[in-house]
Structures are given as C-alpha cells and as structure tokens.
C-alpha cells in the first residue's frame, strides 16, 4: 500500500506563488506515476500536472500551463507543485495522487488510486 502526504497550502494574493509537497511511502516501488489535481466548489475535479516518476515526463492542464511546475526529488518519493502567478480560480483543494488503474490515461482524478488527504489554496484578488 501507498499512502501520500501532503504539505499544508495557503492563502495568496493574485500573482502570488505557492509550493506544494507530496511525500510518498510504503510502496513505492509500484509508482509509475504522480499527479496534483484539485477540486473548486461547484466544479468538476482537474488533473493539473502529472509527471512520470521513471522518465520525468510532465502533463500539465492548459489553464496552468506556464504557471505551474510539477518536480521530483525520486529519491525521497517526493513530487512538488510549484504555482507561480496565481490568480483567483486557482482556488480549490489540491490533492496529491498516485497509482493508475490499468488502461487509465491520469487525466482524470477517478483515474488515480491513491489520493492524499488534500490541502487548500485560496487565492485573493
């Protein structure tokens, strides 16, 4: 089994920038892939960034696209969200998740076994 945690988020005002941490444990060997998505009230949840732990490669949703930066640091199973430029609808619980089920492409949070805990980010204007 594979638990995330997830560092606290925070408040910010419009083009402000905020990092998030996730740390993985347990395992993690079986992790191919690591994602932030995040849910607004009153809106579908969004992967925003996803990257393969193995190769790197990196997704990112064209409304943060330039924006945000999804990293690794492989050797201590932790994934970071670097959010620059925050604007208001950035507003949302931000998860962490991991582990795809098979066939699944990670574009979807549903795609995703292992979700952390979430934390909020509140951007003002």
Do not use: H
């Amino acid at each position: 089994q594979v638990q995330l945690v997830e560092s606290e988020g925070g408040s910010v005002q419009a083009g402000g920038s905020l990092r998030l941490s996730c740390a993985a444990s347990g395992a993690t060997d079986s992790i191919n892939f690591m994602a932030w998505w995040r849910q607004a009230p009153g809106k579908e949840g969004e992967v925003v960034a996803r990257i393969n732990t193995r190769t790197g490669r990196t997704f990112y949703a064209d409304s943060v696209k330039g924006r945000f930066t999804i990293s690794q640091e492989y050797a201590k199973n932790t994934v970071f969200l670097l959010m620059n430029s925050l604007e208001p609808e950035d507003t949302a619980t931000y998860y962490c998740a991991t582990l795809l089920f098979p066939g699944r492409s990670g574009l979807r949070p549903g795609d995703f076994t292992i979700w952390g805990q979430g934390t909020q980010v509140t951007v003002s204007s």
